[in-house]
């Protein structure tokens, strides 16, 4: 059960996440929490002519889950456009991690960063 | 002193096994497990005695009835109060409402100012913030220290600044486990302000400590079944009989009327039935004089004394451990008064990934802010650890956390 979640992947990103910083520039930034665990995150992003994601970063405090998936979708977000990033599940965040199922209580864990960056491209 | 090995045996949810391993829980602040007097006296209720109360000429009526005065009785006993002045609720958080809409709504005024502390679970801040708010009162705060106790030379001066006209107070907190010295700040509260009047939260006392209504100088005091012994679902709210006159039913229908005309109705004049509209939760009343009963055969000095022997044990082992921070109260001398609850912050790790590593070893505690946000953010503490108690706790089982602990180590590799 534990070796299921706490994974290399999701250990190595919470111990060296990436793209974990302010953005000295950006175009939206959005702060969410997950106010029954107390995790936070706030979410930059910084778009290109196209209406392309260009930059992105995050900073925050929370589980290993939530900072690790952070940083995961911190780099997957690059390049992608704001109907690629509205289009992204809880199964893709299962994938990216390497996760099978994650468990009902740390739902919201896995989804923090995602529901930061669904607002923050919903943002005009 | 009880043999906690002794009342296991009573709690059938501990023979369970958690992920293989023998359940260890911790997690009794949020809610404690049930005893089978309890649930039989449950049981029995719906198959033997089940009918509406007050109503129907019908023996099963007349026991229902009969039930639940006897189980009020009980409850009011445990708690040193007399039956009327026990109105019974869904939970802490109903009683607390009520004392919002049934009383402070009509006496207090706009202008008046609420004292409250920084160390209220948010079902006794949030009603009195929103009654400020509608109400253009001033809600004020007596700070916490570092300690985890109130400040109370800023109490004194709060006082001697403000002309308090409530005084809001939890008999112990939730997060910290410190108990409150409510009978002292409550007399000083009195002795400056005769009209002030003093509402307590004390769903984390009455599952440990001996409370007396009648003896304290309190006007309102609150709690939970579920959280000593009994079942979800029921509460009480304790008022001082000299308040009932003034206590006005916020919840209208059935059961609580005198007489009722198309247009207008009056309330019934036994003060029971007055605050119980609608079908009351009789099993759970049951339940919960069950549980009264229970733990008045414990013994509620012993059950006290043996809160602080897990206490003490749980905070001598932890402060040995490096990697944790305890908050609140840890020094020696002071620990007496520390009840029901320890907890802590991990270094490195969150506190949900703490909670969760303990749950794989079978450890249940609870892991957040424990719905006391402006306690953790005045410290920053992001999320902490809290380990609680009941009777059914071991000694042995404190040593099954410490070792459950070294398991985050193993697993962060730190």
Known sequence: MLDDL????????????????????????????????GDQIEVFLKFDPADVIEDVSWQGVGCAISMATASVLSEYLKGKTRAEVALLTKEDLEAMLGLHQIAVGREKCLLLA??????????? | ?????????????????????????????????KPNQVIDAISEYYRQHNANVHRGVHLLGDESTRLFHQSRRTIAA???????????????????????YSWADQHLAEGQVILTTELEHHSNLVPWQQLALRKNMRLLHVPVLSDGQLDFLAFDKLLEDNEIALFVCSHVS?????????????????????????????????????????????????????????????????????LLAEFSPFLFGGGMINEV?????????????????????????????????YLTQLGMKSVEEYDQVLVRATVEKLVQLPEVELVGITQDRELHKRVGAVSFLYKGVHAHDVGQILDSEGVAVRTGHHCTMPLHRKFGWPATVRVSFQVYNTLEEVDKLVAALDKVKQVFRL
């Open chain 2, 174 to 242: 939730n997060t910290l486990g410190t108990r409150n010295p409510i009978q002292q700040l409550s007399e000083q509260l009195k002795r400056t302000y005769p009209d002030a009047k003093v509402v307590i939260d004390g769903a984390q006392a009455a599952p440990h400590i001996p409370v007396d209504f009648e003896q304290l100088p309190v006007d309102f005091y609150a709690v939970s079944a579920h959280k000593m012994l009994g079942p979800m679902g029921i509460g009480g709210l304790l008022v001082k009989r000299e």
């Open chain 1, 6 to 37: 706490y994974l290399e992947t999701i250990l190595e990103e919470y111990a060296h996440p990436k793209n974990k910083k302010r953005l000295e520039q950006f175009d939206v930034t959005v702060s969410e929490s997950n106010s029954s665990c």
């Open chain 2, 261 to 293: 005309r198309l247009h207008e109705a009056s309330w019934a004049d036994d003060i029971e039935d007055r605050f119980t509209a609608g079908t009351p939760d009789v099993a759970g009343l049951v339940g919960w004089a069950a549980a009264c009963e």
């Open chain 2, 78 to 100: 445990f708690f040193g109060a007399h039956p009327e002045e026990l109105i019974i609720v869904r939970n802490t958080t109903e009683a607390l409402n009520q004392v919002v």
């Open chain 1, 114 to 124: 995602l529901t930061a960056f669904r607002k923050a491209v919903e943002h005009p």
């Open chain 2, 1 to 33: 002193m009880f043999d906690a090995i002794q009342v296991r045996q009573d709690f059938p949810i501990l023979s369970r096994l958690v992920h293989g391993q023998p359940l260890v829980y911790l997690d009794n602040a949020a809610t404690s497990q």
